[in-house]
């Protein structure tokens, strides 16, 4: 199946759903457990919230050339949860917003921006939409896997329960 728009809208949905019951398990902890140490990369609870709202500011900036480019150092980590998560929220509906005017001729085009360290890259657009929702879900199940070990059972956030709670063309 050759990716759509309408993929990549229903991703951007369930990627803003799941981060919104998430966010609704984390906000049961206290600050002390969101800063602990794991051991896993970024460190903490914390850490990984801060480091996924960061990426997608790099990606999006390089989809959409809005903005300065996002670098390490021009992002501060935030600690307090509250408005870490108001960043989550406003960051996912940028999200869906951005997909929801994705043009199809986009997906077949090379995307051209620099990493994070200033390299130059060149990629295919639609891998690298495909990586960017990867990238959510890879970090997400972080957490979801440390919010069990904090004792907490987080509900299911598969694109499938999406789809299941969200029947429907790019539901």
Same mark, same amino acid.
Not at 27 to 39: D, K, T, V, W
Not at 109 to 133: D, T, V, W
């Given at each position: ?5 309408? =993929?990549?809208?229903?991703?951007? *949905?369930?990627?803003?759903? $799941? ?21 896993? +990369? ?26 300065? *480019? ?8 935030? =600690? ?13 509906? *940028? ?16 995307? *051209?921006?620099? +990493? ?9 657009? $639609? ?6 929702? +990867? ?9 979801? $896997?440390?919010? !069990?070990?904090? !004792? ?20």
């Amino acid at each position: 199946m050759t990716p759509t728009p309408a =993929t990549y809208i229903t991703q951007a *949905r369930a990627n803003r759903w $799941a981060n919104g019951l998430l966010y609704a398990e984390l906000a049961r902890l206290s600050p002390a457990q969101l800063a602990q140490s794991f051991g896993v +990369n970024f460190g903490s609870i914390l850490g990984l919230m801060n480091h996924t709202i960061m990426a997608d500011q790099a990606w999006l900036q390089r989809f959409s050339g809005v903005g300065e *480019r996002v670098t390490p150092d021009s992002c501060a980590a935030l =600690t307090d949860f509250a408005a870490l998560r108001a960043l989550r929220e406003a960051e996912d509906a *940028r999200i869906v917003s951005f997909c929801e005017a994705l043009e199809p001729q986009w997906l077949a085009e090379m995307l *051209r921006y620099a +990493n994070l360290k200033g390299e130059p890259r060149s990629q295919p657009f $639609a891998i690298c939409l495909a990586h960017f929702f +990867n990238h959510q879900t890879f970090h997400r199940g972080q957490i979801h $896997a440390l919010l !069990g070990v904090l !004792g907490l059972n987080p509900p299911d956030l598969d694109l499938i329960a999406y789809q299941v709670a969200h029947p429907g063309p790019a539901a």
